[in-house]
């Protein structure tokens, strides 16, 4: 029915009308499951990103949830979130939607939030047990007012309606050929891609825990870090935090 043209990722589609979260339901069930099970929703009652901030998820989005049990450690488990992101932006680009990435899992169209990407799982200090890569992409759901300046959604951007099956169908294949070049170890294939699409060179803020820190988004290293220039010209790697883009 679906027509997915993949071997793995979408053997088995779990499809819920409303659920809590389509996340939540695959780490559930994670143990249990294949390797490249999917859940999607219509709707999520409880839709979070990083951090469990809420993600507001209506009815016309794509919301859904990949089970992966690769056979790696866990410092590579943000290449994960990386193939993500790189899957969506050559969804866009099929439709003819130009995006670029922010570290580490946003998707932007025009420097606005079209698609967040959360991996989550269960792994030890040297093994990986799952990984759930969570996707909730803006296609023809309303963007509340009060985002409108920050958020946007592939309606938006073209102007018409184009249906969730074809934005699912895409993003799948292209998540199972990138899932396939991490499972061959083409990591910098991956980290390569990664960059094309990314915005870098850019002024960015990152705000952790123990503060603010400001510069320029240089590059990323093998493990997918962030290289940033500070403002005093030394560079400092981060692992975590939230990065905005900075317009002054």
Known sequence: MLGLNTKDIGKKVIYFQEIDSTNEYAKRIALDEEEGTIIVADTQKSGYGRKFRMWASPRGGLWMSVILKPKTTPDHIVKIVFLGAI?????????????????????????????????????SEKEVYYIV??????????????????????????????????????????LEYWYKEFLRGND?????????????????????????????????????????????????????????????
């Not at 920050?150 to 799948?172: A, D, M, Y």
């Open 87 to 123: 899957a969506v932006v050559e969804t866009l680009e099929r439709f003819g939607i130009d995006a670029r990435i922010k570290w580490p899992n946003d998707v932007l169209v025009n420097e606005k939030k079209i698609c967040g990407i959360l991996a989550e799982g269960s792994f």
């Open 188 to 248: 910098e294939k991956i980290l390569q891609k990664w960059r094309e699409k990314a915005l870098l060179n850019r002024g960015v803020k990152v705000i952790r825990e123990e503060g603010e820190i400001r510069g320029k988004a240089l590059d990323i290293d093998d493990l997918g870090a962030l290289i940033l220039e500070l403002e005093d010209g030394r560079k400092e790697k981060i692992l975590y935090g939230d990065v905005s883009l900075r317009f002054e």
């Open 133 to 174: 890569l969570g996707v909730g992409l803006n296609v023809n759901n309303p963007i509340p007012e009060e985002l409108l300046s920050t958020s946007t959604s592939i309606s938006n951007v073209l102007g018409v309606q184009i249906p969730i099956e074809e934005i699912f169908r895409t993003i799948t294949e292209r």
